[in-house]
């Protein structure tokens, strides 16, 4: 039974409804073209019927929103009595709910039909409107809705101007007329079709060879480009305005999929393809106090850092180099409300390195046209912030952010040698002055051999940060960090891969041998089996999400599962942790005093590992949930967190396996389910560690296609 979409409903809603309905796996990756920021689509030497000839013009559109303006989707026509040439036809919309089709002949004479309908509903709709000569008809889905008899009238004016797709606008205009809805399947034919004819037009699209058909644009793309292709035999290709080609492609269900599938599915997106480089860091940023979103990026090949800024109204862009030494690496990078940058900067060690060499750290503050303000170089000596070497990867990537004038960072890096006489890496945490950068803390390691790091700001200002390590203690840190203090809990710990080499007489480990395999009861294991999702804070708890593996018979500590190639599946979990954690008992054996909303007799998972020096390491998980429940083979990976304006998250990951596609769910603050799992109708590679902002009513996140190669700043919107 197919749910009745609701009458109004934002862009947010559709998308959970529409997705919802949809069957796993269904949907096509196209996108369509949305004018609610602005722009058109322009035919300057449009093939177009002659000024005797017949006409008529059809489109698809879709809107929720009632229009506050009448507004052209497809027109050669222009409002201004002070132009020459103002054209000869539009097919339009009206704020009264009805469509409409006017014509203007050589002499000036304006015929126009307006004609009612039902089209507010954010659903997909068919317009169109035909001239025979002597009688104007308009059509909504395949049905005429008003006709119009005209007396000498004609023939239609001889117009140069462009086809226009979209809103028609003087260059002058102060408040230009936007559409906020989408538009597609734009056709013009010189012959007059019929009622049945137009009807056919709602299952199929018009066909090259078609008689008639004089230009026809389906305004589809697989991913963002500046222009719109003409299907039809004249291939009058038309242009996209600048800001119509950065915001206007929308990942979402075109008229195909009308009406069985729910209203609409709508992932909007600011192209950067031709922007920011296909390689290298990038770091989603803001300035509040304009209410733009940027991005904090390094070119892999040139090596410059750059911060390029997108303005408030998604109309364009402007990029800004940074002060940065010439072999360095983006390390860490975040703004305040003011729009000033704070990025570290850590040199590139060269291959053939002196024995004495040490790398250079610079902390750097700008303006927010990149403008240097401050800048200050850090103690990287092994009595300092011991920085041997840093890995540009971008698990092993800082993370920093701002909040109340303090600066929290934390830094994975690789140390100076030890005793034991190895380089280890790890993690640390650090504040700093955000006024003259100057170094509040330093304080220690968040983690041992740290794979991934997360770090946002507290409801009160403080700064929480997730690490993920693999040495002692092996798990997911959770730290609450302050300017002068670091408080510190292992909230979730994982399975060991034990070796299959004997060392310094070590014995077998029996549980786990087998099958042609023999372990030993010592372990250097530097996997971890688990990805950080981020971080949801409630009044009363930090719900704090993961994909992680789990095996068949729902275990996770099964040491016996820890090797290269396990088919195990990797589940999305969460676990809810008390916000006064501090006053829990650390250590690998998870505590029930560390959970929140724990059963009288939670049920709890046991085990352990045997260390690098054959240390038994007792281990325990508590409160764990589970949101999906994948089989071998299967997993989601690189879990991404939306928080929307009703308190709701919405989940983002990609599935692998079975069935293969992006993923989502929406959860509450608790973590409890209100959509259940579906699979979106695009494919998106999400940019693992890289943080989502939420700002006037929008929730940005980093992505890029499949290939990584073109990156795009996408964003769902909470507007009506």
């Not at 704090?544 to 996770?556: E, K, M, N």
């Not at 389910?673 to 940019?687: G, M, Q, R």
């Amino acid at each position: 039974m197919r749910l009745p979409p609701p009458p109004f409903m934002s862009p947010l809603a559709r998308f959970v409804l529409l997705a919802a309905l949809a069957p796993l796996g269904s949907g096509q990756d196209e996108c369509c073209l949305y004018f609610g920021y602005g722009g058109n689509v322009a035919v300057k030497e449009p093939v177009l019927p002659t000024p005797d000839a017949a006409l008529t013009v059809e489109c698809w559109f879709r809107s929720s929103a009632r229009l506050r303006n009448p507004v052209h989707l497809v027109s050669r026509w222009s409002e201004s009595a002070k132009e020459e040439d103002r054209g000869s036809f539009f097919l339009g919309l009206t704020g009264t709910n009805r469509v409409g089709f006017g014509l203007r002949d050589a002499e000036g004479k304006e015929a126009i039909l307006r004609a009612g309908g039902t089209w507010l509903d954010g659903d997909w709709h068919h317009a169109a409107g035909t001239w025979n000569g002597t009688v104007l008809v308009v059509y909504l889905d395949g049905k005429e809705v008003g006709r119009k008899e005209v007396t000498e009238f004609g023939p239609l004016y001889p117009s140069q101007r462009p086809l226009l797709l979209g809103p028609v606008n003087s260059p002058r205009a102060r408040k230009p007329i936007v559409f906020d809805g989408y538009l597609g399947g734009v056709a013009v034919h010189d012959t007059t079709l019929s009622a049945e004819d137009l009807a056919g037009s709602m299952n199929r699209k018009p066909r090259e060879s078609e008689a008639g058909c004089l230009a026809h644009y389906p305004l589809r793309a697989n991913s963002p480009q500046d222009s719109a292709t003409d299907e039809s035999r004249g291939g009058n290709h038309g242009q996209l305005s600048p800001e119509l080609a950065h915001v206007g492609w929308v990942h979402t269900r075109g008229w195909e999929e009308r009406g069985e599938a729910g209203p609409g599915f709508d992932l909007f997106s600011y192209d950067l393809g031709n922007v920011v480089s296909k390689d290298g860091r990038r770091i989603l940023v803001s300035h509040e106090d304009e209410e733009s979103i940027g991005v904090l990026w390094q070119d892999g090949r040139s090596q410059v850092i750059s911060i390029t800024w997108i303005d408030a109204s998604l109309r364009s862009h402007t990029t800004h180099a940074l002060t940065a030494a010439e072999d360095g690496m983006l390390a860490a990078g975040t703004t305040d409300a003011d729009g000033n940058i704070y990025y570290l900067v850590i040199q590139k060690a060269p291959r053939e390195r002196p024995e004495d060499f040490e790398v250079a750290a610079t902390l750097h503050k700008a303006a927010h046209e990149g403008r240097p303000l401050a800048e200050r170089t850090l103690d990287v000596s092994k009595s300092g912030l011991n920085i041997f070497s840093f890995s540009s990867h971008v698990l092993s990537a800082g993370n920093m952010r701002h909040s109340k004038g303090v600066l929290g960072l934390i830094l994975p890096r690789t140390m100076h040698r030890s005793s034991d006489g190895l380089r280890h890496q790890g993690a640390i945490a650090l504040t700093f002055s955000a006024k003259d950068l100057s170094q509040f803390s330093h304080l220690g390691q968040t983690s041992g051999h740290s794979k991934a790091n997360f770090l946002t700001v507290s409801a009160k200002g403080s700064f929480l940060g997730l690490d993920l390590g693999d040495n002692y203690p092996r798990g997911v840190h959770l730290h609450e960090i302050t300017k002068g203090a670091r408080s510190s809990r292992l909230v979730y710990t994982f399975k060991t891969a034990h070796s299959t080499r004997p060392r310094n007489d070590s014995p077998v480990y029996d549980e786990i041998s087998g099958d042609s395999t023999t372990f030993y009861k010592w372990s250097n294991d530097n996997g971890v089996y688990t990805e950080l999702g981020g971080l949801i804070e409630d009044k009363k708890a930090y719900t704090i999400i993961f994909a992680t593996d789990q095996s068949s018979d729902g275990r996770v500590l099964d040491n016996s599962r820890a090797f290269r190639g396990c088919p195990d599946a990797r589940n999305l979990a969460f676990v809810s942790v008390v916000k006064n954690f501090q006053r829990a008992p650390s250590g690998s054996e998870i505590s029930d005093a560390l959970m929140a909303n724990l059963p009288r007799k939670p049920k709890a998972e046991t085990g352990g590992y045997y260390d690098f020096g054959g240390r038994w390491r007792k281990q325990r998980v508590v409160g764990v949930h589970w949101l999906t429940h994948y089989g071998e083979g299967e997993g989601a990976h690189a879990p991404q967190l939306l928080p929307q304006d009703d308190g709701t998250t919405l989940l983002l990951w990609e599935k692998t396996g079975q069935d293969a596609s992006l993923r989502a769910m929406v959860i509450d603050p608790n973590g409890d389910v209100i959509t259940p799992e579906f699979a979106l109708p695009f494919s998106l590679h999400l940019n693992r560690q890289d943080r989502v902002l939420r700002m006037e009513g929008r929730t940005y996140l980093l992505a890029s296609d499949r290939k990584g190669s073109a990156p795009c700043v996408f964003f769902l919107t909470d507007e009506s």
